[in-house]
């Protein structure tokens, strides 16, 4: 199973806030705003992608890593050894 199952709606509109957040870091920058304006919106801009980031993580987690595993796919193991490393470059970040 791929994608991101029920909530691809919700995650496309989260991205479209996000987006949208970029845009006005650009026009920050632009306008030249000062500078610890600058960085509190890049702060947000951060959690918000990580919040995304852990979102889209646990659906994956529920629907793929959870889902049996299909005649000649990969194994329960390789899913979960695939999501820890999700996990880790996500912590690295």
């Not at 994608?3 to 919700?10: A, E, I, N, P, V």
């Not at 806030?17 to 870091?25: C, D, F, S």
């Not at 889902?67 to 050894?81: I, M, W």
């Amino acid at each position: 199973m791929a994608g991101c199952g029920d909530r691809k709606q919700g995650l496309a509109m989260r991205l479209r806030r996000v987006e949208g957040q970029v845009r006005g870091l650009q026009r920050m920058v632009e306008d030249d705003k000062y500078c610890i304006d600058t960085l509190t919106q890049v702060s947000a801009v951060t959690s918000a992608l990580r919040s995304f980031a852990l979102s889209l993580l646990e659906d994956h987690v529920a629907q793929c890593v959870t889902a049996p595993a299909p005649k000649g796919g990969p194994e329960t193991t390789a899913r979960v050894k695939e999501a820890t490393d999700a996990i880790a470059r996500l912590v690295r970040s």
